[in-house]
T-cell receptor, first 117, second 116 residues
Framework: NAGVTQTPKFQVLKTGQSMTLQCAQD?????MSWYRQDPGMGLRLIHY???????DQGEVPNGYNVSRSTTEDFPLRLLSAAPSQTSVYFC????????????????FGPGTRLTVL | AQKITQTQPGMFVQEKEAVTLDCTYD???????LFWYKQPSSGEMIFLIY??????QNATEGRYSLNFQKARKSANLVISASQLGDSAMYFC?????????????FGRGTSLIVHP
């Protein structure tokens, strides 16, 4: 199993450009989520999905779009990049939304370091 | 108000000693899960330990134990016999019900440095 994969690892954008961060998992997990990590702020939830075709907003959704057409893939789109979106982005998956250990442990991708100039 | 509070931005410990990383949480949901993750300087997030809100016993995983005090809403991570490789950021997280889904919330993290 590859687990959770993210591409690209690094990206530099200019203000106003759009791009898609890719995330895929091969564990047949229902629940997937995107976080951004900024210094001193921990991980903040951007969007999440509890299954194919179902997405919802997290704590900091503005400027980002997601879709979940398959169980495996959960891409994150930056619509018009801004310097405030400079961050490290993590994708994670969980077997289900249940908080119990059997289902609640999150598996994280390696992260994408995004810089917006 | 923060749902997860980690009050120690940085901690230092001598190799082979034990260290406690604090975490308090806020929820009104009776069913929730508490997690600790480690993030070394390489950047990956590593799951360490879990405690369920209905669990009677404190969770243990090798050198990690979770000191769960439900009435105080605290879930401190105890690392026994610290090793140099334990130097990392440590994040406390909670999953609780929000509408129809269980949403995870992370604390801001504690940086642990283990001295030889």
């Amino acid at each position: 199993n590859a687990g959770v994969t993210q591409t690209p690892k690094f990206q530099v954008l200019k203000t106003g450009q759009s791009m898609t961060l890719q995330c895929a998992q091969d564990m047949n997990h229902e629940y997937m989520s995107w976080y951004r990590q900024d210094p001193g702020m921990g991980l903040r939830l951007i969007h999440y999905s509890v299954g194919a075709g179902i997405t919802d907003q997290g704590e900091v959704p503005n400027g980002y779009n997601v879709s979940r057409s398959t169980t495996e893939d959960f891409p994150l789109r930056l619509l018009s990049a801004a310097p405030s979106q400079t961050s490290v982005y993590f994708c994670a998956s969980t077997r289900s939304g249940d908080p119990g250990l059997a289902y609640g442990e999150q598996f994280f991708g390696p992260g994408t370091r995004l810089t917006v100039l | 108000a923060q749902k997860i509070t980690q009050t120690q931005p940085g901690m230092f410990v001598q190799e082979k000693e034990a260290v406690t990383l604090d975490c308090t949480y806020d929820t009104s949901d009776p069913s929730y899960g508490l997690f600790w993750y480690k993030q070394p300087s390489s950047g990956e997030m590593i799951f360490l330990i879990y405690q369920g809100s209905y669990d009677q016993q404190n969770a243990t995983e090798g050198r990690y134990s979770l000191n769960f005090q439900k009435a105080r809403k605290s879930a401190n991570l105890v690392i026994s016999a610290s090793q140099l490789g334990d130097s990392a950021m440590y994040f406390c997280a909670m999953r609780e019900k929000n509408g129809g889904s269980y949403i995870p919330t992370f604390g801001r993290g504690t940086s642990l440095i283990v001295h030889p």
